[in-house]
């Protein structure tokens, strides 16, 4: 069978190229950095498939230098650990769980460029003396 054959082959079985595939299940995983989806992946059972909590161990690959320089919003690369744990996708079913998840979110949003300040200054040790 040539190349071409092989190709058009695979793409009839995944139902869609390899560049349609790339840009769902990276529109796919970015979604996962919203607190509020998981809340509802949770609430409706998506976790509790087991074909589903192997889809989310498959898109492991993405923490991949080669694939992670795509990811605009890098906490869904946390979250995606986060979602290895069985204990994890059952509480995000709670609100109070996720408002939780949501607040240090925000949090780390509102205070990461100051600690990355804070870190690089360390670092390179203070050199200023001030009186």
Request: glycine share 2%; proline share 4%; hydrophobic share 40%.
């Amino acid at each position: 069978m040539e190349k071409s054959q092989l190709v058009r082959c695979a793409q009839e079985a995944i139902g869609c190229s390899d560049e349609k595939r790339f840009m769902l299940e990276l529109e796919f995983i970015q979604c996962l950095s919203n607190p509020q989806y998981l809340n509802w992946l949770s609430q409706n059972r998506f976790f509790e498939d087991p074909a589903f909590v192997q889809y989310l161990a498959y898109l492991q690959y993405w923490k991949q230098p080669e694939y992670a320089r795509f990811i605009i919003y890098p906490h869904c690369l946390f979250f995606l650990d986060c979602l290895q744990s069985q204990e994890f996708r059952t509480a995000m079913a709670r609100s109070e769980v996720k408002e939780m998840v949501h607040s240090q979110q925000l949090f780390f949003w509102q205070h990461h460029r100051n600690n990355g300040i804070v870190k690089s200054e360390e670092a390179q040790g203070d050199t200023n003396i001030l009186p």
